[in-house]
């Protein structure tokens, strides 16, 4: 059965400091990936996505992705950080033909001011 | 992009009592809804998956009976707790896929409904 792993639970960062959220699926065939954010108090939004190409995924608010396929890796990067990015992370995987999304734990983000 | 919305945002009951709650489409067709449960700084867990002109297909260790799903339209699927208990109490979100490219879908999430059971 398909798994993501989110490695971090809850990070604290600065304003201005990188960040590095870590994600593991297992799955040994096609997968589709993605990143959804959760501001609080409000509903989920897609961040990035991948589906296939350039593993290197932009998404939006300055947020990027790498899809490592060796290390069955998806972490989310931004080199920047701002107090709003303060919300939680969650990384998904669906398998190619099945729409079925597969959450990890998500990783709660405070930025501190 | 497309939106979900979910009715009601918020909901109140008494034990035993039976909650109805409605995910829509608004501007695309979904022959597929998904229905998830949020526990409180927990991530979302897959419920079922339902199905237009069919029946759903609920994840392991989920009661069929207790949550009834129903796919009734293209762009609308209703979720009844039935005989509500305090332990129901919940955050329940309902996602919708829509075609992007050829490789994949992309699931657009409802806001949420929020059930308290006294």
């Known amino acids: 059965a398909q798994s993501v792993s989110q490695h971090n639970h809850h990070v604290i960062l600065s304003e201005a400091a990188s960040l590095e959220l870590g994600c593991n699926y297992s799955y040994g065939g096609t997968v589709n990936l993605f990143w959804y954010v959760q501001y609080p108090g409000q509903h989920l939004q897609l961040l990035l996505k991948y589906f296939s190409g350039d593993p290197l995924v932009k998404g939006i608010k300055g947020f990027e992705a790498e899809f490592i396929k060796s290390k069955f890796s998806f972490n989310l990067r931004k080199p920047s950080v701002q107090w709003s990015d303060t919300a939680e992370y969650f990384c998904?995987?669906?398998?190619?033909?099945?729409?079925?999304?597969?959450f990890g734990k998500g990783t709660r983000l405070h930025i501190l001011p | 992009g497309a939106v979900v919305s979910q009715h009601p945002s918020r909901v109140i009951c008494k034990s035993g009592t039976s909650v109805k709650i409605e995910c829509r489409s608004l501007d695309f067709q979904a022959t597929t809804m998904f229905w998830y449960r949020q526990f409180p700084k927990q991530s979302l867990m897959l419920m079922a998956t339902?199905?237009?002109?069919?029946?759903?297909?609920?994840e392991q260790g989920v009661e069929k009976d207790k949550f009834l799903i129903n796919h009734a339209s293209l762009t609308l699927s209703t979720l009844t707790v039935t005989s509500a208990h305090p332990e129901d109490s919940s955050f329940y979100i309902c996602?919708?896929?829509?075609?992007?490219?050829?490789?994949?879908?992309?699931?657009?999430f409802g806001p949420g409904t929020r059930l308290t059971v006294l």
């Open positions: 339902s199905n237009e002109g069919s029946k759903a297909t609920y």
């Open positions: 996602s919708a896929p829509r075609l992007a490219g050829v490789s994949g879908h992309e699931q657009f």
């Open positions: 998904a995987v669906n398998s190619i033909g099945d729409d079925k999304i597969i």
